[in-house]
């Protein structure tokens, strides 16, 4: 199907609109033309025949024929007077005039009417009455030439140069208009055929001078302007949806490794363990086997205890709830201390460890237990990383302001690519199946977070695979006025378990663990009931009141929260130490403990020389804060 441009469907529209207004206008004028000239032909004939009826009342009424031929005569001045007759009473032709050579009415009847005008063709016929003093003498019969039709074409071919003329000065003069009105529209039709070719939102129609077409211009350049903007923010929605889908894929790739390399290095210390059992249940085994099981059973199960321990840092970095206990550190002493139980390591490695320390001593606000953990990580992987006859050198030292410690080795190194990502969690350099234990993949984020804390800088190189690679970590110097501060050693005492016999109560739904806790402490002297749920806790310490009860918080029938509200409400229970033994360990699960009425809380795993020693001082403590309530 052929199209048509807008031009052309405006142009064709406006030149039939003209047409048919010029043709209904030439018709009027046509009909009112004629009508005009047919009503001015009447009258201009009732007239005439007027005027002879009254001149020839006179010849009718004597019949004098001369006379009234006469009369008639007259009309010969009137070229358009085809025919005249007057006809007497009885209907009698008394005298006719017929120049024209028209036609005769052959007779009147006596009782005949006046009738006309008729038109017939392009003559006119009428009759009028004759009349004397009120009495009717005859008629009068006239015929004229009406030339209508010659008059109408003659006005139609004036209707028709005007119309012509009009049709041709519209023309001129809409094409002229329309060029400057359809322009800017068909530029804009340009402009949306090449954005939407092109997808380029940035082209824009051109102004206008007619003001309502630049009002649709305007409005389409900022259609385009907002869908330029629309069109730049859903490409960098795109690109920031392809971000994330790819951080996302790189999340589930890390989660899938993750996964995997927990499993590997849980399997690593559970088959050692179940070894180390079958040896313990073995009747043949000897006092020696026995306590090397047991030495296996405790390294790994420590091993294990730090992997956990890790897995829950990790969940404090994330959640940003990984807090310090600071205190003034002697760097050179924990860096000692670190180095010596590192040497048996490094001694199963075949590695050489060399500590180099500064003539005077360096101090830091930090917690020595988290800068513990990082410094044994970073030496713990420099020994796994570096090959037999490798070495280790960590080399204290003061950098202006700071306190810097550097750990190089001479091991496996990392490539340039890794070197930033090594400290993404769960990220590691050595993926390789030859790699053995080395890990979750948490700890260089965990060290870089806790020296982050300590407003201090973790940074790595490495010249490449095979090259070694160099660990340092920057800590603010502790100073004042200049001068370094000298940390006051806080002489350690050493507290001893209670030497009173205790009565403790243990409430865990762990049967295992009941029954070493129960067995660890009846060995140390104290008396010990073990129960399985909550309500069994409330009744027994009801019925005889411990000094110490030991609760975990997830407990069948009732928690450990209201277990210990529940003891703290009655009168004879309300004294007794509580000590929540549980898994739940952040800040929000410490504060619910208080909260219910717990005088301690203990993370499990808890080392079972650990319990024993913090129950006796713990509850030497509380006692002695309460001398009036001693039992």
């Known amino acids: 199907m052929k199209t048509t441009s807008l031009r052309q469907q405006l142009t064709r529209a ?44 006179a010849a009718v009424q004597s019949r004098d024929t001369q006379v009234a031929r006469e009369n008639l005569a007259l009309l010969r001045n009137q070229p358009r007077i085809l025919a005249a007759a007057v006809y007497g009473l009885d209907g009698t032709l008394i005298a006719s005039h017929t120049p024209g050579g028209g036609a005769l009415l052959a007779r009147v009847p006596l009782d005949a009417q006046t009738w006309g005008p008729r038109f017939s063709g392009s003559t006119l016929e009428t009759t009028q009455a004759i009349e004397r003093d009120g009495v009717r003498l005859g008629m009068l019969y006239l015929k004229a030439e009406h030339d209508v039709w010659r008059r109408l074409a003659a006005f139609a071919l004036i209707v028709l140069a005007v119309g012509a003329v009009s049709l041709t ?7 002229h208009l329309q060029r400057r009105i359809t322009a800017p529209l068909e530029k804009m039709t340009d402009v949306a055929r090449e954005v939407i070719g092109s997808h380029n939102w940035s082209l824009r129609a051109p102004a206008t001078d007619y003001k309502d077409v630049g009002v649709l211009v305007d409005a389409f350049n900022r259609m385009l302007s907002e869908c330029e903007t629309r069109t730049s923010e ?24 993750f996964l995997a390399t927990l499993a590997h290095e849980l399997r690593n210390p559970l088959s050692p363990m179940t070894s180390a059992v079958a040896l313990l249940q073995m009747p043949a085994a000897s006092p020696q086997t026995r306590d090397k099981a047991l030495v296996v059973l405790e390294r790994q199960l420590r091993h294990i205890v730090r992997l956990v321990n890790d897995l829950l840092d990790a969940s404090r970095v994330t959640t940003g709830k990984l807090s310090l206990d600071n205190e003034t550190v002697n760097v050179g002493e924990l860096l000692s201390t670190i180095v010596e139980g590192a040497q048996a390591l490094a001694t199963q490695q075949g590695l050489t460890l060399s500590l180099q320390l500064p003539p005077s001593p360096l101090y830091v606000d930090g917690d020595a237990i988290r800068l513990t953990q990082v410094f044994s ?10 090959l037999r006859d490798g070495s280790v050198d960590i080399t204290l030292a003061q950098r202006g302001p700071w306190v810097e410690v550097s750990i190089k080795d001479t091991g496996i190194g990392v490539e340039p690519e890794m070197q930033e990502r090594i400290f993404d969690l769960f990220e590691q350099a050595d993926k390789t199946l030859q790699r053995g234990n080395a890990g979750l993949g948490v700890g260089l984020t965990l060290a870089r977070q806790i020296i982050q804390l300590h407003n201090g800088v973790l940074t790595m190189s490495s010249e490449g695979l095979n090259r070694g690679s160099c660990f340092t970590v920057r800590l603010p110097l502790l100073q004042k006025g200049g001068e370094v501060l000298a940390a006051t050693p806080t002489p350690l005492t050493t507290r001893r378990p209670s030497a009173r016999s205790l ?11 009941t029954e070493s806790f129960a067995e660890i402490l009846s060995a140390n002297g104290h008396r010990v009931d073990v129960v399985h749920d909550g309500e069994a806790a409330v009744q027994k310490a009801r019925e005889e009141v411990p000094d110490i009860a030991l609760l975990d918080i997830g407990m069948p029938k009732l928690d450990g929260y209201e277990v210990a509200r529940q003891l703290r409400a009655g009168i004879t229970t309300q004294g007794i130490h509580l000590v929540a033994i549980t898994g739940w360990g952040q800040a929000s699960d410490r504060e619910a403990a208080w909260a219910a009425g717990f005088d301690q809380h203990l993370l499990k795993p808890v080392d079972p020389e650990d319990l024993v020693r913090l129950i006796g001082e713990s509850y030497d403590e509380f006692q002695a804060s309460r001398p009036g309530e001693l039992r």
């Open 169 to 175: 000065a519209a023309f001129y003069l809409f094409v």
């Open 234 to 257: 859903l490409e960098r929605e795109m690109v920031t949806r392809q971000g994330v889908e790819q951080e996302l894929r790189q999340a589930d790739r890390q989660k899938d490794e």
């Open 377 to 386: 990580n970073l030496l713990s992987n420099a020994c796994r990383y570096t």
């Open 503 to 513: 009565h403790i109560l243990i409430a865990d739904d762990n049967l295992d663990l």
């Open 14 to 57: 406006a030149m039939l609109t003209t047409l048919l207004a010029i043709l209904l206008s030439a018709g009027a004028l046509i009909s009112y033309e004629l009508s005009v000239y047919r009503s001015a032909g009447v009258a201009d004939l009732r007239a005439q025949a007027e005027l002879i009826a009254r001149s020839t009342a």
